[in-house]
């Protein structure tokens, strides 16, 4: 079982930054895929982007390609999500997911451990 917790959502400018963090329990962080999803209010869930094991990484390349970077420490047990350059409809509430040793995949039912979700919010 692996418990997941976002940390570092809040208020920000439009044009401004945040790092999200996703701590995760357990010994075997290493050889998980970790992702990163979000819903705005009255909008499906969709993918922001996912890294493996291994390193490699997924973007959505429609919204967040070039602003956002996910990365993963895993000594610290920790993946992180890198986002600059925020607009108004990056508001939404951000969630991790994990699953053990998947490839990077933007469907959610890739992965088994969720998050509650941190909330980012972007003034214009």
């Known amino acids: 079982q692996v418990q997941l917790v976002e940390s570092g959502g809040g208020l920000v400018q439009a044009g401004g930054s945040l790092r999200l963090s996703c701590a995760a329990s357990?010994?075997?962080?290493?050889?998980?895929?970790s992702a990163w999803f979000r819903q705005a209010p009255g909008k499906e869930r969709e993918f922001v982007a996912a890294i493996n094991w291994a390193g490699g990484v997924l973007y959505d390349p429609d919204s967040v390609k070039g602003r956002f970077t996910i990365s993963r420490d895993n000594a610290k047990n920790t993946a992180y999500l890198q986002m600059n350059n925020l607009k108004a409809e990056d508001t939404a509430v951000y969630s991790c997911a994990a699953n053990v040793r998947i490839s990077n995949s933007a469907d959610p039912s890739q992965y088994a451990y969720w998050g509650q979700g941190t909330q980012v919010v972007v003034s214009s």
């Open positions: 357990g010994r075997t962080f290493s050889t998980y895929t």
